[in-house]
């Protein structure tokens, strides 16, 4: 069976957490193929296979450099996610489904910097818009017409992100502060939630979602809701979500150039998903990203010195590590 453009894509949406300037700037977008709807709707193989990847942000994050009960609280919040999505793959359901529960529960994690809602429209815009990004006052137009739940921008404070955005602007006002040397610590800085997932019908699915970059310029769009960049799926290869410097991981167009050396090269997805982070590496770029292939292989490369991560597979075996 031959099967065209066999692929799904789950993009979740960035919403901002740091000032105001950016808060007025939220963006829910979301994408979807129609095409590849169709061909996944129809690719029903007999593989039991599944599997899920998360992650939760990329940075510097040493060990000792946190309390034991604050490193607990992480962990436990990226079982949780890991729960939520394993429990949908184990009981049949889809990898669209996994990616979009774990993010929720990553979003609803105040540790995590993604906001509370924000995967609920980026699935309806994949689903009914008919395009595959949205954003802006006419995503919150559709996403009113739909029925979703616009929150209030103060829903989305803590007084630690607030805190990590002061000191940013203190380090700014000092002067010559720029780009990466706006990294003080991982608190500061980090923060993306992802999920990639292979489920039993042989689908794979990835989900993004993001409160950017702290600090960004109103108007800034990062990796994260960039198909290819930061979030990709493609039943013939893999699914990857990304997390870290964005720009970077834009310009390596990282996500698709995984896909593209399996496809192409015929490259095994660990190699693969290597190859491209040591590209954004030599550009100056940090970060991480989590991946799954058609097969279930997994690969987890982030070149910080963390990064927020779980797995799971057919062996319900839940793996969470945060340190290299
Ligand atoms: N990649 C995200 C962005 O650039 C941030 C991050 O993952 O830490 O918006």
């Known amino acids: 069976m031959e099967i065209t453009w066999p692929f799904k894509y789950l993009l979740v949406v960035a919403l901002l957490t740091t000032t105001a300037a950016d808060l007025a700037q939220s963006q829910e977008s979301g994408v979807k193929d129609a095409a590849a709807r169709g061909a996944n709707e129809i690719m029903q193989t007999n593989q039991k296979k599944f599997g899920l990847v998360i992650h939760g942000g990329a940075g510097i994050i040493e060990r000792g450099g946190t309390s034991a009960g604050r490193e607990q609280e992480y962990r436990a919040g990226l079982d949780h996610a890991l729960g939520a999505g394993y429990a949908i793959l184990k009981g049949g359901g889809s990898s669209l489904d996994a990616t979009e529960a774990a993010v929720r529960v990553l979003e609803d994690d105040p540790h995590f910097n993604a906001g509370k ?22 995503a919150e137009a559709f996403a009113a017409a739909n029925g979703v739940e616009l929150v209030d921008q103060k829903y989305f404070y803590t007084e630690e992100r607030w805190q990590a955005l002061q000191k940013m602007k203190e380090a700014e006002k000092r002067g010559g502060v720029g780009g990466k040397k706006f990294i003080i610590t991982d608190q500061d800085r980090h923060g993306t939630v992802g999920a990639v997932a292979l489920d039993k019908n042989g689908n794979l699915a990835a989900a993004t979602s993001t409160g950017g970059t702290t600090n960004k310029k109103a108007g800034r769009v990062g990796d994260s809701p960039i198909i290819g960049g930061g979030t990709y799926a493609n039943n013939a290869t893999c699914a990857v979500s990304a997390t870290g410097d964005g720009e970077y991981f834009i310009r ?13 090269r015929g490259m095994k997805l660990p190699e693969a998903a290597q190859t491209v982070l040591d590209k954004v590496a030599k550009l100056g770029g940090t970060g991480g990203l989590i991946a799954i292939d058609h097969d279930g292989n997994i690969a987890l490369p982030f070149n910080t010195s963390g990064m927020y991560r779980g797995h799971v597979g057919v062996d319900g075996e839940f793996v969470v590590e945060i340190y290299r």
Do not use: F, Q, T
């Open 117 to 138: 809602g924000a995967v609920n429209l980026a699935r309806l815009v994949m689903e009914k818009s008919g395009h595959v990004m949205m954003d802006g006052e006419g």
């Open 252 to 264: 390596s167009v990282v996500a698709h150039d995984i896909s593209a050396l399996m496809e192409y």
